[in-house]
């Protein structure tokens, strides 16, 4: 079952339809049992990360912001499942330059230990 909502998640985001892109894996998330969300995430996860990479250069910066934001949001929601994952946000947020927001996200971690 999951097989059909990651190739349709895959379908729409080669063809560049975010929005679709992001609502297929919400979809997927709400119909699917717990017990096969980790395929969805592994699959919405690597499409979020590559989301900031399909923005060219020459795109203005209010664009790239938006995408860049959609990614940092899916992110944000796996970590409230896997805190873990703070980690790998923070490499992401570090990636596009975005010091501000990983340092409250450094600080959650000290705090933790």
Known sequence: MPRIWLDYAEYAADCQKITLTRSIYDRALQTLPVTQHKIIWVS???WAKKLGETVSEEEDQASRSAVCN???????RYIKLNGQAREDLIVYLLDLDRVEDALPIYEDIIALS
């Open 44 to 46: 919405y996860l690597a």
């Open 70 to 76: 959609i990614a940092i949001d899916v992110y944000r």
